[in-house]
């Protein structure tokens, strides 16, 4: 007789299965892969490690643009927090969720038409507080903005409901 109920990995495991085209319906991980936000702006996972993703973004500024015609800012930050929540993800149990408690941005160039990668990984990886940096380069390896965040791992009471 066979076991209707889904198979719970690890979120390393999940996303590494989605990657390769292994994820078949039976698997289930606690995190909700892809996000909606993610979903919504066409944010693609393209590398997946232990504390450690690579996002792609196709950026255009008609799109996603600013008053001043090139690729809003908040658009790379979002983008930039996306590859670190997934890094930050790699790591959580079941019953853990986190937030970002800050996110601090340094754009090096402006930004028209690219395909956008983002590369978050851990620097510092605590119980509680994780240090995180994300680099964004465009297609020609040139860098476009980094991005340091501090991931709170929550556990228990706080980590319900989010």
């Known amino acids: 007789m066979r076991d209707n109920s889904p198979r719970h990995l690890p979120v390393l495991d999940y996303l590494q299965r989605q990657?390769?085209?292994r994820l078949t319906a039976d698997d289930a991980t606690h995190m909700r892969y892809p996000t909606a936000i993610s979903s919504l702006l066409g944010f693609r996972l393209v590398?997946?490690?232990?504390a450690s993703a690579v996002?792609?973004?196709d950026a255009d500024a008609g799109v996603h643009g600013n008053q001043q015609g090139t690729v809003h800012g908040g658009m790379l930050c979002e983008?930039?927090?996306a590859a670190i929540g997934t890094a930050h993800s790699?790591?959580?149990e079941p019953g853990e969720t986190f937030t970002s408690i800050d996110l601090r941005a340094t754009f090096l160039r402006p930004v028209w038409q690219a395909r956008l990668r983002a590369h978050g990984w851990s620097v510092h990886r605590g119980?509680?507080?994780s240090h995180y940096q994300c680099d964004i380069r465009r297609e020609d390896g040139k860098l476009v903005a980094s991005v340091a965040s501090t991931v709170m791992t929550l556990r228990g009471e706080p980590a319900e409901g989010r």
Request: aromatic share 6%; no cysteine; net charge negative.
């Open 19 to 21: 990657l390769e085209g």
């Open 47 to 50: 590398e997946i490690g232990a």
């Open 55 to 57: 996002l792609e973004f």
């Open 79 to 81: 983008l930039a927090d």
């Open 90 to 92: 790699t790591l959580t």
């Open 127 to 129: 119980r509680t507080l």
